[in-house]
C-alpha cells in the first residue's frame, strides 16, 4: 500500500484513481482509510446519514480484481474511487430520505441519470450525505438528523444544501462528493467549507426530469478546478431524450487546465442586490481576486449584478412547483414548518401565474446575459455577501419565519437565507456556468470563496480562468482543524 501521508479524502479523486491504476493501492485499502477518516469525524459533523458498508467493500474487491486482471486502459478514469450521493437523488436499491421525517419507506427502484454516470466512470458509492429537508435552504439542517457543520469551524453551517457533500470532502473523509445546484447548493458550501463547486450551464449534465425548468444542475464538491473539470467530462451530455441540451464543448473540460484564456474583461462586483450588505471579509475575497486577475494581465472593472423584485416571487414560483412531484411520496403532515408553508404558498399559483413567472425567468435572462461579451467576458463576485452563518441559525429563522407573512407570503425566503443565495440563485435562472472558487480566508479563520460566472455555456473558459486563479492563490494545502479553534494551517 502507498504511505499516505494525510486521508485519502485529502487527496484529489484523480490522485486515488492514478494510485489504484498503479497498483500501489487497492481500492479496498482506499475505502478502509475512508471509512476509519469517517468514524472519526463523523460524530462532529453529521454529514453523513447513511451507509452502505457491506455493498461498497464487495463493490471495492470487484474493482481490485478489475486492476488486478485488466489492462489500465481498459479502466474507467475514476476506477475504485469512493464517493457518497447527496440524500436528494435517487440510487437504485438505495432509501432515500430527502432529509425528512415525512420520507416514503423503502428503496428508489432507479438512479437518477448522473448516478448511472458517475458508476460508469468508475467512482465508488459510498453513502448518503445530509441536506436541508426537500432541499430549498441554503444550509443542511433539518430534524431528521440534525445540523451539517463546518470542519472549519463547528460552530458554524457547511453550507447547502450539499452541505454534507461538502463537509465530508473538507475534513478529508472523501476526495469528492456528488451534489447539485439549484440556487447555489454547490457553490454555497464551497465557499464556506474551502472547496471548489462547479455549476454546469442549464442542459450541460442530463436528468431524468429537469427541476426548476433546469435550473438545477448536478455537479461535484471537489478540492481542485482539474477534479471538477474531469468529473464534468463524465456526467455531461448530450442526451437527445431531455428537453434541454447544452451544445457539445469542443474537448474535454479537464484538457482546458492550464490553457491560456487570453487577455479577457473581468466584471467585479462588490455590492449585493437590494441594498444588502455584504460582509469586509466577502468583499476582500473578491477585490483579492480581482487583483490576482489583473496580475495575470486581465482588464478588472466594476459591474453590478441586478436584480429585479419580479424574480424573486417568479423563482419562487418555478421552484416550489416542484413539490407536486412528491404528492403521494412525502407525507407532508410530517414536513417541517418552513416546508408546509413553502408547499401552501406553490399550491395557490395557478396554471396561468406559472406561466408569467416562467416567462418573468426568460426575460430576466435575456437582460442578464447581454451583458456577456458586450461590457464583460466574465464576472467575479463574492460567492455570498456573508461568512458561514452559525449552526442552527438559519433553520431557526426560516421555522420562525414559516408562520409570519411580512408584506408578501408565508415560505418566502427570510434575510438569513437571501444572505446566502443573493449572489448565486439568479445564475441558476439564467442557466449560466459558474464556479466558487477557495481563494481567500476570513479573520475569523474560515473560508470565503469567490464566484466566476461565464457566458451561456462557456465552462470552458471557466475552467481556464479558475485554474489560473488556483495557481495564483493556491488553496490545496490548507486543511481545516476540525475543532473550535479557528487556527488556519
Avoid at 473539470?229 to 431531455?242: E, N
Amino acid at each position: 500500500m502507498v504511505a499516505a501521508m494525510e486521508p485519502f479524502g485529502y487527496w484529489s479523486a484523480r490522485a486515488v484513481a492514478s494510485a489504484i491504476r498503479s497498483k500501489q493501492v487497492s481500492p479496498l485499502e482506499v475505502l478502509e482509510a475512508c471509512f476509519v477518516r469517517a468514524d472519526e469525524v463523523e460524530p462532529k459533523l453529521c454529514a453523513l446519514v447513511w451507509r452502505n458498508d457491506d455493498d461498497a467493500r464487495a463493490a471495492a474487491k470487484a474493482a481490485g480484481e478489475a486492476v488486478v486482471h485488466g489492462p489500465p486502459e481498459d479502466l474507467p478514469p475514476f476506477h475504485g474511487v469512493p464517493m457518497p450521493v447527496k440524500d436528494l437523488t435517487p440510487v437504485a436499491g438505495w432509501p432515500i430520505t430527502y432529509g425528512s421525517r415525512a420520507a416514503p419507506p423503502g428503496v428508489s427502484g432507479e438512479s437518477e441519470l448522473v448516478v448511472e454516470a458517475l458508476e460508469r466512470a468508475g467512482f465508488l458509492l459510498t453513502g448518503r450525505t445530509n441536506v436541508p429537508e426537500l432541499g430549498p435552504l441554503p444550509v443542511s439542517e433539518n430534524l431528521r438528523y440534525g445540523l451539517t457543520r463546518n470542519p472549519w469551524d463547528l460552530d458554524k453551517t457547511a453550507g447547502g444544501s450539499s452541505g454534507g457533500a461538502a463537509a465530508v470532502v473538507a475534513a478529508g473523509v472523501f476526495p469528492a462528493a456528488h451534489g447539485n445546484d439549484g440556487g447555489g447548493s454547490l457553490r454555497i458550501p464551497a465557499s464556506c467549507c474551502g472547496l471548489v463547486g462547479l455549476k454546469a450551464s442549464r442542459g450541460r449534465v442530463p436528468a431524468r426530469t429537469l427541476s426548476w425548468e433546469g435550473a438545477v444542475v448536478h455537479g461535484a464538491l471537489t478540492r481542485d478546478v482539474a477534479d471538477s473539470a474531469a468529473i464534468l467530462d463524465v456526467i455531461s451530455g448530450p442526451d437527445l431524450a431531455m428537453w434541454y441540451n447544452a451544445p457539445a464543448p469542443e474537448r474535454p473540460f479537464l484538457s482546458e487546465v492550464g490553457v491560456g484564456p487570453g487577455r479577457l474583461r473581468v466584471g467585479l462586483v462588490l455590492e449585493a442586490p437590494f441594498g444588502l450588505p455584504v460582509s469586509p471579509a466577502c468583499v476582500e475575497a473578491a477585490s483579492l481576486a480581482g487583483r490576482a486577475l489583473e496580475t495575470l494581465g486581465h482588464v478588472v472593472e466594476p459591474a453590478s449584478l441586478e436584480t429585479p423584485d419580479e424574480f424573486v416571487a417568479a423563482f419562487l414560483d418555478v421552484a416550489g412547483a416542484d413539490f407536486g412531484d412528491l404528492d403521494g411520496v412525502i407525507d407532508w403532515d410530517k414536513a417541517e414548518p418552513h416546508i408546509k408553508a413553502a408547499r401552501a404558498a406553490a399550491a395557490a399559483v395557478d396554471s396561468m401565474r406559472y406561466a408569467r413567472s416562467v416567462h418573468i425567468l426568460q426575460r430576466y435572462t435575456r437582460q442578464m446575459v447581454r451583458a456577456w461579451g458586450r461590457d464583460f467576458d466574465l464576472m467575479l463576485t463574492p460567492t455570498m455577501i456573508v461568512e458561514p452563518p452559525s449552526a442552527g441559525s438559519v433553520l431557526a429563522a426560516v421555522h420562525a419565519g414559516a408562520a409570519v407573512d411580512a408584506g408578501g407570503r408565508a415560505g418566502d425566503p427570510v434575510l438569513e437565507v437571501i444572505q446566502m443565495i443573493v449572489m448565486t440563485a439568479g445564475i441558476n435562472a439564467t442557466g449560466q456556468p459558474a464556479v466558487s472558487l477557495p481563494t481567500h480566508v476570513s479573520p475569523g479563520g474560515v473560508p470565503v470563496g469567490v464566484q466566476l460566472v461565464g457566458a451561456p455555456f462557456s465552462e470552458a473558459l471557466l475552467v481556464r480562468v479558475a485554474a489560473q486563479l488556483e495557481e495564483a492563490l493556491p488553496w490545496s494545502e490548507r486543511r481545516p482543524p476540525l475543532s473550535g479553534a479557528r487556527t488556519v494551517p
